[in-house]
């Protein structure tokens, strides 16, 4: 029996589909496995004030630094409050975003550097890590149009947040940093082609989990 929970990231561009396919996993799994969903930048109290200041379109003179350190900020929030103790209570952790993204945005989309942007997560995180990365893999200019759409059906105002108004180079450099990601750590990461209907892309996801919750000595109960 597993004696540690396990750590599942879900990441990708903007508009790639990670809080839908999220949301249905956890709906696929919380009947079966002891699994909490959550999301960064977020999570916790502290963090959902960081992650209104981050997406807020009225900050656009924003830092890149100061980016950076606040998604690392709201992260170990995270990680303190949320992950190591669900990991602890041997349950099963879903988060949309996590390291990867400030790698892919902050290091890659910024410039400002993996490396930095690395040592500064490992302060942040305690080293906690995912046990499995989902990358939902989709072009950038399909993903921002998927994106902006969803913004009109919800009503927010505007073209969307702070990030969902980068230029499509932004997102081109990002969606880069994600590929670099999963070429250096294919263990980790699964790249999974978001671009498909919701239901193929859930079942693909699944399958990948269930594989790893499998090999990792977890059986499925009825009555979690």
Do not use: C
Not at 54 to 70: I, K, N, S, V
Not at 135 to 156: F, H
Not at 189 to 212: F, K, N, T
């Amino acid at each position: 029996m597993p004696t540690r929970g396990v750590f599942i990231t879900l990441e990708g561009p903007e508009g790639a589909g990670k809080t839908t396919q999220a949301h249905l996993l956890h709906e696929a799994l919380r009947g079966r496995y002891p699994v909490l969903h959550s999301r960064e930048p977020g999570g916790t109290a502290i963090g959902e004030r960081i992650r209104a200041l981050l997406l807020d379109d009225a900050h656009a003179e924003m830092d890149p630094r100061t980016e950076m350190l606040l998604f690392a900020a709201s992260r170990a929030q995270f990680v303190a409050e949320v992950v190591e103790p669900a990991l602890r209570g041997e349950q099963i952790v879903l988060s949309e975003r996590y390291v990867d993204t400030s790698i892919a945005y902050q290091g890659v989309g910024r410039g400002l550097g993996v490396e930095l942007v690395r040592r500064v997560n490992e302060v942040a995180t305690h080293g906690v890590t995912p046990d499995l990365t989902i990358l939902l893999d989709i072009e950038p200019a399909a993903g921002l149009q998927r994106a902006r759409a969803a913004v009109g059906k919800e009503g927010r105002r505007g073209r969307g947040d702070r990030f969902e108004q980068e230029a499509l180079a932004f997102h081109a450099r990002a969606r880069a940093g994600f590929l670099a990601i999963a070429h250096e750590e294919p263990d980790r990461v699964r790249i999974v082609d978001g671009s498909r209907a919701q239901r193929v892309v859930h079942d693909e996801i699944l399958r990948v989990v269930e594989g790893l919750l499998s090999a990792r000595g977890w059986r499925a109960s009825s009555s979690s």
